[in-house]
């Protein structure tokens, strides 16, 4: 075994553990364990990092490319699958124009930093309307609201939880999930240090979950009945003439437009509909305002429903209209050492953002950052006519699982003419491309967490060198996308990638230099790819060194001789610099948000369904494709439906047996049944990113224990209007005994 392991933030969730690696003496990964001395986790992992080692040694995972010839995967040469992408892709575009090149872009593009900093110029590149990601299944909804109250996508709070004295955790399960839209590792160290001083943890969920099981007080909530109970809190905080913005107040506008938008709803108005008392929603509402530092934070729960970007919006006006926005223990926005797009440009004002650019062509669904819902792509690619999609690239991206009716994405991909997967597994997405093209395993490259320190509980940054040499002659997912990009760009398949990378750079660089942009580029050499774009983001971010402006400041180099991370400290208020809203204010009341009210409240008037599934997220899984290692996959099987008592009991189901779980007449799952009052009545809980017996599937340990798929019941054409998000909880559903 090394003597000295290796460091890696963890490319799994968004807590980017610090992880140390040991290699044994034939440079295999001997053990994976957590980095005591990392300024940002502290030692904390969880089993998913351990699988780190599974994962490298997976047989399952692809080291080649593949191309179907004749309906069977080949394995061929890094060229070979460039040089076919660029044969039929190109006459495709060319004959049907860009928009019938459909690209979408999976969870983990935004935990390996050659694909975060290339995913988006390939879909720029492409110029395709028919831009797709898995934010539209999951955060799409926070972004909106945040977008257009702080005037930028990325510019979103996130709970300061070391200082809080009151955390209400809605829809959201940190201590399985490890924390989302808020990079948090040992959230459960950090909820218990909360109560040791005194503070309190109450949690609103439909199932008692492991964080409602460490709560002072957990609420069950009707699924999708939150923006009833978040108004309901607005409204009592009103009504009880308990707003105070504390030392927000001069930089927001909106109050009086929130005061009467949400008078319709008092908490009695909305305490049936979302099952939740009217004097526990006052007693909320109060404890919040009562509180000196306290905290809302939603997440997946209150984003992937009907109503997701209102109820983001209402967990920010709660936290403005008790004084806790930008204010320790309150809600607050990080400063990350690169890539925070809210800390460039001019500070405390800009342009906003805007939905709508474009829509899509059957649905007629806005455009929203760029994007439009991944609901929408199934029909995009089976409806004939102008700019029907054609073409599929995935990266990162298995939807087939993933998203809310898989079974008609899957008979979609068949339909298509070309499909390129960028994806380390021939699964139940990839078996439909006609290319396959791997990445490197995470251990085989540099990292640096682009994405989730600009979500993080406390600034800053981490650099992980390669663990293991990259294996001869395979190509890294940058310069993939960049292959793709000049494929797109008519520059032909052996195009010099690591050249156009710098030319790009050089274009960007003159629009944000200028004169400077060639003597930028020269101080950047030799670094080339996603090293330079960090580079040049540490050095010219708020902590760098200005290329030489600031001497003591950050760069790459200093990083990298920081194996255990630079801190930055605890986050500071940055109101109302970080504003990029055209007022200059934080947008309290958004047109377009007080514009959906009416569409709630018509909602409100109408009976719930009776029985409806949520999903489950579970620690020794990651969405969809983490079942093939061992190490996760062991133990009891974890694709159980769960139901009360009461309604097992009604429905005669019992533990260990069968459900037949259908929507309407036409699609069905059937599940094993574990009974248990962990969930409320009315509601059937059940995990996704299972399923995974699909033919063609080369997933060797998974296909032992395949689940099934929740989204085979979930309804694709449900969204949130306003996000394009999809619904993926709160689905009416019916249930019986098999
Ligand atoms: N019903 C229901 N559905 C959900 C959710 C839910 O809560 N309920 N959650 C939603 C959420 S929040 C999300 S983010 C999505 C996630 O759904 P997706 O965005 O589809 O992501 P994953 O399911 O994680 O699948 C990741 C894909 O990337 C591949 N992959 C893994 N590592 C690499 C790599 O290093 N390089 C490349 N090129 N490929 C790699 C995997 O093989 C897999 O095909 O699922 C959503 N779907
Ligand atoms: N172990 C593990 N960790 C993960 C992932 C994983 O698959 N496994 N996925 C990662 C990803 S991509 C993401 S986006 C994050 C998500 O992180 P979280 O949002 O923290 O995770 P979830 O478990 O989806 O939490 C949603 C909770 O909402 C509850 N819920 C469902 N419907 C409703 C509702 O209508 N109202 C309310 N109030 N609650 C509701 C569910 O019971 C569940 O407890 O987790 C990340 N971390
Ligand atoms: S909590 Fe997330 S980042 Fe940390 S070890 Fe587990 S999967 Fe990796
Ligand atoms: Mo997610």
Redesign the pocket.
Known sequence: MTATPAHRIC?FCEACCGLEVRLDDQGRVASVRGHDADVFSAGFMCPKGVALKDLQDDPDRLRTPLIKRNGVFEPASWDEAFDEIERRLVPLREKHGPHAVAV??????S??MG?MLYYGRLFKAMGTRNAY??ST???MPKQLSSGLMFGHWLSIAVPDIERTDWLLVLGANPVASNG?LWTVPDFRGKARALKARGGQLVVVDPRRTETAELADRHLTIRPGGDVYLLLGMVATLFEEDLVDLGAAAPHVTGVDEVRAAVAPFPAEAVAARCGIEAEQIRRLARELAAAPRGIVYGR?GTC?QPFGTLCSWLIDVLNTLTGNLDQPGGVMFPRAPAFQANSEGKPGSGRGIVTGRHHARVSGAPEVFGELPMVCLAEEIETPGDGQVRALI??????V????NGPRLSRAMEGLEFMV?????L????RHADVI??????LEEAHYDVAFHQLAYRNAARFSAAVLPSPAGHVP?WQILLKLIAIAKGLGARADVVALDTEMLRADLAKSAGDQADELLAALAPLVGPERHLELALRTGPYGDGFGAKPDGLTLAKLKAAPSGIDFGPLQPRLPGLLRTPSGKVELAPPMLLADLPRALADLQQAAPEFVIV?R?QVRS????MHNLPTLAKGPFRCTALVHPSDAARLGLVDGGRARIARGDTTSIDAEVAVSDEVMPGVISLP??WGHGLPGVKLSVAAERPGVN??DV?DETLRDPLSGN?V??GVAVQVAAL
Request: proline share 10%; glycine share 8%.
């Open positions: 490319p979408t872009a999976g969870n983990p593009s935990h390996k694909l990601s898995a299944l999951d955060q989302s997946m992937a995935t990266i990162a991206s298995n939807p699982l993933s998203a809310p997967s960028l994806d380390i597994y699964n139940e997405t990839s093209l791997p990445g490197l395993a995470p997912e999903g997220r990651n969405n969809s494709w996704h990113g929740l989204n979930l999809a993926l909880g």
